[in-house]
């Protein structure tokens, strides 16, 4: 069976700072891979997807970025942290079948103080 | 792309059906549409996915009119477990690409009440 793993599980970071959240899939290959933000209150942002290892579309502008250095790991980055990326990051995958089944992982709560 | 617009509250109480409707006046040819369930501070949980009619499974039925302009997402005989958000996805895919890039608003609030 798969299994999608993100860590840390919860970060706090002062303005300015850099930040790494990681994402790994497990029990799967060449899966789609995306990143997803939510802040209080609110619905889910897709931010960044991927369809194979170094291919990266953004969704929205911003300080974030996105990498796949291998075929199961997602990584999202920024080299300097705002008060506006606080937020709940999730990870999902999906399997490469046209249909928009998604399977999240647990979350990172990020606070940017 | 294709929007969607749900309640964004509902209340029930334990046992009784609920039924969540959702509208896609804009909905492509191409397009399924998904239905997720989301705790607090969990990633969503698919539930059903259907193109059109009628699809059920375990857990949920979803029922799609002809014109697949809206869909209803029925949760039979709930409880108390059943409330969380409940978001309405209409997948909006590329052309020749296996790629869905799913959407997700505000969603429905759920809440059952004992």
């Known amino acids: 069976s798969q299994t999608i793993h993100q860590w840390p599980a919860t970060l706090v970071q002062p303005v300015g700072s850099p930040l790494s959240l990681e994402c790994t899939v497990e029990?799967?290959?060449?899966?789609?891979l995306y990143w997803y933000r939510q802040a209080a209150g609110r619905g889910l942002q897709l931010l960044f997807y991927?369809?194979?290892?170094?291919?990266i579309s953004s969704e929205v502008p911003q300080n974030l970025s996105a990498s796949r250095p291998q075929d199961r790991q997602f990584i999202l980055s920024s080299k300097k942290l705002l008060l506006s990326d606080s937020g709940f990051y999730l990870c999902?995958?999906?399997?490469?079948?046209?249909?928009?089944?998604?399977?999240f992982g647990p979350g990172t709560r990020l606070t940017v103080t | 792309l294709a929007k969607t617009t749900q309640p964004i509250s509902m209340d029930s109480y334990e046992g009784q059906e609920v039924n969540i409707t959702c509208s896609h006046n804009?909905?492509?040819?191409?397009?399924?549409i998904t239905w997720y369930q989301q705790f607090p501070s969990q990633g969503p949980r698919f539930i059903i996915q259907?193109?059109?009619t009628k699809v059920t499974n375990e857990v949920a039925s979803l029922f799609i009119p002809a014109d697949r302009k809206s869909s209803t997402l029925s949760l039979p005989r709930v409880s108390l477990s059943d409330t969380a958000v409940y978001y309405c996805?209409?997948?909006?895919?590329?052309?020749?690409?296996?790629?869905?890039?799913?959407?997700f608003g505000r969603g429905t609030q759920l809440t059952v009440w004992p």
């Open positions: 804009n909905i492509a040819t191409n397009d399924y």
């Open positions: 999902a995958w999906s399997f490469v079948d046209g249909t928009y089944e998604q399977y």
């Open positions: 996805l209409v997948g909006d895919s590329d052309r020749g690409s296996t790629l869905g890039r799913l959407y």
């Open positions: 991927s369809v194979g290892i170094g291919q």
């Open positions: 259907g193109y059109k």
């Open positions: 029990g799967t290959s060449n899966p789609n």
